[in-house]
C-alpha cells in the first residue's frame, strides 16, 4: 500500500495542536501529502450571534484568517506545504466527503483522551471513523510521544 494524503482533523485545541507534530512526521516519513481539515459545528441558538454581535459568516470568515496564518507559520517551519479544508456541518460527514472525494490513503486522528464517562455520553469522533470508514486509520494519543 503507498501513502501520499494523509488527513489529519484538527480542533485547533491543545491535544490536536501537539500532535499535529507527530502527523507531519509521519507524513514526512511517508513523503506524503499531509491535509487538514477543520470542520465547524454550529448547533447554536440564533440569539447566540445575537449576544456576540457577529454574524455566522463574519465568525466562518474569522476562522478561515485564523487558519491561514497558523498554516503559513506550519510551512515557514517545517519546510511544507499543506492542504486544507475549513467545513461547515457535523464533523463525521464532513471527514467522510474529504477521504472520499480527496483519495485519502490514511487518517491520523489525535485521541482526546476523554474519560469514558464523556465518551458515553457524547460518544466519540474517532469511534465513528474507525467503524465506518474504510480506510486505515492511526489513533495518536497525547501522552504516547514526547511532545
Do not use: C, W
Not at 470568515?61 to 456541518?89: C, H, P, R, T, V
Amino acid at each position: 500500500m503507498e501513502i501520499k494524503k494523509i488527513l489529519y482533523p484538527i480542533d485547533f485545541s491543545e491535544t490536536s495542536t501537539q500532535l499535529l507534530k507527530q502527523a507531519i512526521d509521519i507524513a514526512k516519513t511517508f513523503g506524503a501529502e499531509l491535509v487538514l481539515i477543520h470542520v465547524v459545528h454550529f448547533n447554536i441558538q440564533p440569539s447566540f450571534f445575537e449576544i456576540v454581535k457577529e454574524s455566522k459568516e463574519e465568525i466562518i470568515k474569522k476562522m478561515y484568517k485564523k487558519y491561514d496564518n497558523i498554516l503559513e507559520k506550519l510551512e515557514i517551519s517545517y519546510q511544507m506545504n499543506f492542504s486544507y479544508f475549513l467545513a461547515e456541518g457535523d464533523p463525521f460527514k464532513e471527514i467522510q466527503k474529504i477521504v472520499n472525494s480527496y483519495n485519502i490513503d490514511l487518517l491520523v486522528i489525535p485521541s482526546h483522551g476523554h474519560s469514558s464517562l464523556i465518551h458515553n455520553v457524547l460518544g466519540s469522533l474517532s469511534d465513528k471513523l474507525i467503524r465506518h470508514l474504510n480506510k486505515p486509520i492511526l489513533l495518536l494519543k497525547p501522552d504516547s510521544f514526547d511532545i
